[in-house]
């Protein structure tokens, strides 16, 4: 599994608690994961880690929304330089994403 596979599943995973979900829960967890995994990925350095500090600082769904947009532009970002993008960090965001498939989580659970 690769960087692209896990931040879709971040993704979907902020438009299904967008979409039909009010757990403010699994929200912060999706905050979470998407925050380690993105700073795993690119460093914490990154124009794009800290965008998505400050939006995740915000409460409500907005939040959600510019996260799952920064999200995307790493993707974008990721898959044009992957070769020289990987850190230790990128098995941290690997290793949850094998854990929830798992656990037979459920991304509405996240």
Known sequence: MNHEHVIDDLIRAGWIILDASKDEE???RWKTRALECLTGL???DHVYV???KNFLRRPGRGSLLAGTGILTAAKEELARDSASRSG???M???RHRQEDVHENRQ???F
Do not use: F, Y
């Open 26 to 28: 699994a929200a912060a």
């Open 42 to 44: 690119l460093g914490g």
């Open 50 to 52: 800290a965008n998505l």
């Open 88 to 90: 230790p960090m990128t």
């Open 92 to 94: 941290h965001c690997l």
């Open 107 to 109: 991304w509405s659970e």
